[in-house]
């Protein structure tokens, strides 16, 4: 909160201090812990609550739960109250009964849900150049104050009932999520038979049908929303008595491609007691130091428990990574540093420092000039350049460049 006051960012986020900055100086933005304070005021509420996966891969809806009780007993005005966390197909309708079940003072409430598709990393341009923002409600007066909120940012308006609100989030999430798994299960058919993926996906990409959006194949997606918003869409669909295997299987093919290194490594090596790993990259993405359900994990898991010593570097993610992963992986300044005397290099998030990396300077440092590249962003033929390699990418042949003199 005072952090926040002082405009930073809790999060690395490109650009969003900036923003803090620049707005709260000109007096349109301020923080608060007082519910009084806060909605004394307020004609619009935006709850923007987490809703992590329960134990049953459902959502746990505990803090928007709070997050109603809290309103109910300070807002003292008519109000739109709007849900822009993920909620699963009728939450906002239980929010609005809570509400109402439990509000202080006489007021009319109206509800809208209008869910966020923004992404980590790109934030801030997600948000001022959406795609479209989606506007649900049963109330056209609170459905046009939303839109009267919107406006400025010029981006195409969905409106739609509430309901279908909801469920255009999961069913999005869980569509870019699917579209990922397909074009990793078509990654490990192009390894098999010699195809290359990137190819394959540029060659798909160019039907606007399918688009060329999320058809990178890799070690699978993290973050902090489509693994769980999937396994929440699937758990909807068990509760609705309405089959959804495909989702099981978007789960499942995920699973196995973050397995996918340590496979290859095994294969390669044997076995990787005492080998040391250098790993590229420990956040879920790029651009951002979040490491929630990141590949990273079960990588750095994976290895040292086949006893592997591994040393990994990533820009910002290294501070939550130790928080998550812990002292059995030693955290690192800089490419080369962990690059020293590894018998293997795993590049496991794709941050573009990494597909510039002077690869003869890492290579040398060296013990065996191996990589495994999780995210295929090596240029080949600068890798070519440097001499003896082997690299293993995804979903493309191998590359062996043997040692002339051996
Ligand atoms: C996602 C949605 O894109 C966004 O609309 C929603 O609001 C929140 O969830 P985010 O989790 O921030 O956003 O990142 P995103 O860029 O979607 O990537 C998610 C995961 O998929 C990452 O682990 C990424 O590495 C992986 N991914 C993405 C791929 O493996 N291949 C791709 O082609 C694209």
Redesign the pocket.
């Known amino acids: 909160m005072d952090t926040l006051k002082q405009g930073k960012s809790p999060i690395y986020e490109p650009g969003l201090e900036e923003l803090l900055i620049k707005n709260s100086s000109a007096g349109r933005l301020a923080f608060t812990t007082s519910h009084q304070q806060g909605l004394s005021q307020a004609d619009i509420i935006i709850i923007a609550v987490g809703t992590p996966q329960s134990d049953h891969g459902q959502a746990d809806l505990s803090y928007l739960e709070q997050a109603a009780k809290d309103l109910a007993e300070h807002i003292v005005r008519d109000c739109v109250v709007v849900v822009k966390s993920?909620v699963p197909v009728g939450t906002n309708q239980y929010v609005k009964q809570l509400l109402l079940e439990q509000l202080k003072n006489n007021v009319e409430i109206k509800m809208v849900s209008n869910?966020?598709?923004?992404?980590?990393?790109?934030?801030i341009e997600?948000t001022l150049k959406a795609d479209r923002i989606i506007i649900g409600s049963d109330d056209e007066s609170a459905s046009e104050k939303i839109q009267e909120m919107y406006r400025p940012l010029n981006v195409p308006f969905l409106l739609t009932d509430v309901k279908s609100a909801e469920m255009i989030?999961y069913a999005?999430?869980a569509f870019?999520?699917t579209?990922?798994s397909f074009?990793?299960a078509i990654a490990n058919l192009c390894e098999a038979a010699g195809a290359d993926v990137r190819d394959v996906a540029k060659g798909m990409g160019f039907d606007k049908r399918i688009g060329a959006?999320?058809?990178?194949?890799?070690?699978?997606?993290?973050?902090?929303?489509?693994p769980k918003?999937v396994k929440a869409l699937l758990h909807t669909s068990r509760e609705l008595g309405v089959p959804f295997s495909l989702l099981e299987e978007t789960i499942a093919i995920n699973d196995h491609q973050q397995e996918l290194l340590v496979g290859k490594a095994l294969k390669r090596f044997s076995a990787l007691k005492d080998k040391k790993i250098a790993m590229l990259g420990l956040s879920?993405?790029p651009e951002?130091d979040?490491i929630r359900?990141?590949?990273s994990v079960k990588i750095a898991r994976s290895l040292t428990a086949a006893g592997a010593k591994v040393a990994a570097y990533d820009p910002v993610a290294a501070c939550n990574a130790r928080k998550v992963i812990g002292d059995v992986i030693a955290y690192v300044d800089s490419a080369v540093e962990a690059a020293k005397g590894a018998d293997a290099l795993f590049i496991v998030?794709?941050w573009e420092e990494f597909s510039q990396l002077e690869l003869g300077a890492v290579l040398n440092v060296m013990n065996q000039r191996i990589i495994f590249d999780g995210?295929n962003c090596l240029d080949e033929t600068a890798l070519k350049a440097c001499g003896p390699v082997e690299y293993y990418p995804v979903g493309r042949p191998e590359v062996i460049l043997r040692d002339k003199r051996a």
């Open positions: 993920t869910p966020e598709f923004l992404r980590q990393g790109t934030a997600d989030k999005s999430n870019l999520a579209k990922i074009i990793n959006a999320f058809l990178n194949a890799g070690i699978g997606y993290g973050g902090s929303c489509f918003d879920f993405k951002t979040d359900e990141a590949p998030t794709e995210r």
